[in-house]
């Protein structure tokens, strides 16, 4: 393949008054992912460039970084594929602070993650025995998989507009950890769930804008997960079923 | 609770019931009668019937709250002060209120007159 340009953003705030671009020159391998070109490019060109990456599979959730404007894992996209003019440009993801270069600061993503209580709260039931068993049939279980496999890599935040106005909206991959534990039956913690939840900034501020389906590299259908959650909660407000 | 839960919820009933007084206002506006002149005398004996009239302000009522409630909606998510929302809201309030009854003024004169139905 023909030498391209990768123009990517700089900034160090303990160092530069603002951001700049910097473009670097490379000549792609086949197969080459941008993960493995910024490698290469720290190592063979300007050891100063930070980004953050782990696995290298897609499963760590630590790259994701704008690719030509738009939220991806670097070590799932290709180079041939994003170079389409011959320049791939790599920018840190919308909306979140910059530590560094393409490295973001996620603490607030964090932060709201674990306002849902993602994980599972059992009911009052009386104490086993032994252990207590808490099995799942296998259909339940795959319908909560397709909630459970966010790897929390925020593409879906720097996708969502409703997130790039207002920095308090819970957003998608909270709410779809929270719709993950809300459809499982043997989690009895939607009483606890619900003041996050139910909230001008929880559910309800999602305007099923669907970049956050769009976006996610694991393929999660986070807008339906959202939705699930708004149905659950009108039920429960117009007393359709349950206790109000 | 149900903040967040009641705009949201009522933007969409509104909306459905939009699409059916939408339909119902388009029809019996340009289908109903095809070839009538619409003359200022029809137009008045139709105003006087209640129906045509609930049919109107319902319209209306409905405009106005889908519209204002929406267009709250928009402001709050930029994401202000409880101050800032609640004189976003009370705007919204006055606005609505004033422009529902303005539109009820205009359309009540002709409620009495019990002319007979001309299509
Ligand atoms: C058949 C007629 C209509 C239908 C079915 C409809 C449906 C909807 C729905 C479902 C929403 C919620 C969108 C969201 O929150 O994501 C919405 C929002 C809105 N609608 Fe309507 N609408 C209709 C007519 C109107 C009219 C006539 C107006 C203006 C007077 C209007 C103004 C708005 C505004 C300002 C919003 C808020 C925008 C937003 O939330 O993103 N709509 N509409
Ligand atoms: S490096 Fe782990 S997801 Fe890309």
Same mark, same amino acid.
């Given at each position: 393949?023909?030498?391209?340009?990768?123009?990517?953003?700089?900034? =160090?705030?303990?160092?530069?008054?603002?951001?700049?671009? *910097?473009?670097?020159?490379?000549?792609?391998?086949?197969?080459?992912?941008?993960?493995?070109?910024?490698?290469?490019?720290?190592?063979?060109? #300007?050891?100063? /460039?930070?980004?953050?990456?782990?696995?290298?599979?897609?499963?760590?959730?630590?790259?994701?970084?704008?690719?030509?404007?738009?939220?991806?894992?670097?070590?799932?996209? *290709?180079?041939?594929?994003?170079?389409?003019?011959?320049?791939?440009?790599?920018?840190?993801?919308?909306?979140?602070?910059?530590?560094?270069?393409?490295?973001? =600061?996620? $603490?607030?993503?964090?932060?709201?993650?674990?306002?849902?209580?993602?994980?599972?709260?059992?009911?009052?039931?009386?104490?086993?025995?032994?252990?207590? /068993?808490?099995?799942?049939?296998?259909?339940?279980?795959?319908? /909560? $998989?397709? +909630? $459970?496999?966010?790897?929390?890599?925020?593409?879906?935040? +720097?996708?969502?507009?409703?997130?790039?106005?207002?920095?308090?909206?819970?957003?998608?991959?909270?709410?779809?950890? +929270?719709?993950?534990?809300?459809?499982?039956?043997?989690?009895?913690? $939607?009483?606890?769930?619900?003041?996050?939840? #139910?909230?001008? #900034?929880?559910?309800?501020?999602? %305007? %099923?804008?669907?970049?956050?389906?769009?976006?996610?590299?694991?393929?999660? =259908?986070?807008?339906?997960?959202?939705? *699930?959650?708004?149905?659950?909660?009108?039920?429960?407000?117009?007393? /359709?079923?349950?206790?109000? | 609770?149900?903040? &967040?839960?009641?705009?949201?919820?009522?933007?969409?009933?509104?909306?459905?019931?939009?699409?059916?007084?939408?339909?119902?206002?388009?029809?019996?506006?340009?289908?109903?009668?095809?070839?009538?002149?619409?003359?200022?005398?029809?137009?008045?004996?139709?105003?006087?019937?209640?129906?045509?009239?609930?049919?109107?302000?319902?319209?209306?009522?409905?405009?106005?709250?889908? &519209? @204002?409630?929406?267009?709250?909606?928009?402001?709050?998510?930029? &994401? @202000?002060?409880?101050?800032?929302?609640?004189?976003?809201?009370? @705007?919204?309030?006055?606005?609505?209120?004033?422009?529902?009854?303005?539109?009820?003024?205009?359309?009540?004169?002709? @409620?009495?007159?019990?002319?007979?139905?001309?299509?």
């Amino acid at each position: 393949m023909d030498e391209i340009s990768f123009r990517i953003f700089r900034f =160090d705030p303990s160092r530069d008054a603002e951001a700049r671009y *910097q473009l670097y020159r490379i000549r792609p391998e086949p197969g080459l992912t941008v993960l493995s070109a910024l490698v290469n490019l720290r190592e063979e060109q #300007d050891g100063s /460039l930070a980004f953050r990456a782990s696995c290298r599979s897609g499963i760590c959730g630590s790259d994701a970084m704008l690719i030509n404007g738009r939220a991806r894992l670097a070590c799932k996209t *290709q180079v041939a594929e994003a170079a389409g003019d011959g320049t791939v440009t790599l920018e840190p993801l919308r909306g979140f602070p910059v530590l560094k270069d393409l490295v973001v =600061d996620q $603490s607030d993503f964090w932060e709201k993650l674990v306002r849902v209580k993602p994980w599972l709260i059992p009911g009052p039931e009386p104490a086993p025995e032994r252990e207590r /068993l808490m099995r799942l049939p296998a259909q339940q279980f795959d319908e /909560l $998989s397709r +909630a $459970s496999d966010c790897i929390f890599c925020a593409c879906c935040y +720097a996708e969502c507009p409703m997130e790039g106005r207002h920095r308090a909206y819970l957003g998608p991959a909270a709410l779809v950890k +929270a719709y993950r534990f809300e459809a499982d039956p043997r989690d009895a913690g $939607s009483a606890e769930r619900r003041g996050a939840l #139910d909230h001008p #900034d929880g559910v309800w501020r999602c %305007h %099923h804008v669907f970049r956050c389906t769009e976006a996610c590299p694991k393929e999660i =259908d986070a807008a339906w997960a959202i939705q *699930q959650l708004q149905r659950r909660l009108a039920a429960r407000h117009l007393r /359709l079923k349950g206790d109000a | 609770m149900g903040r &967040g839960f009641w705009p949201w919820f009522l933007q969409r009933a509104t909306a459905v019931l939009l699409l059916a007084f939408l339909g119902a206002h388009l029809w019996l506006e340009h289908f109903a009668a095809p070839g009538r002149v619409t003359t200022y005398r029809r137009v008045a004996a139709r105003l006087a019937h209640p129906a045509f009239v609930a049919l109107d302000w319902g319209l209306l009522a409905l405009v106005v709250f889908h &519209g @204002l409630n929406g267009a709250r909606t928009a402001v709050l998510d930029l &994401g @202000l002060s409880p101050a800032g929302e609640r004189a976003v809201t009370w @705007l919204a309030v006055v606005l609505g209120v004033g422009a529902f009854l303005l539109g009820v003024d205009a359309l009540a004169p002709f @409620l009495g007159m019990r002319a007979p139905i001309p299509w």
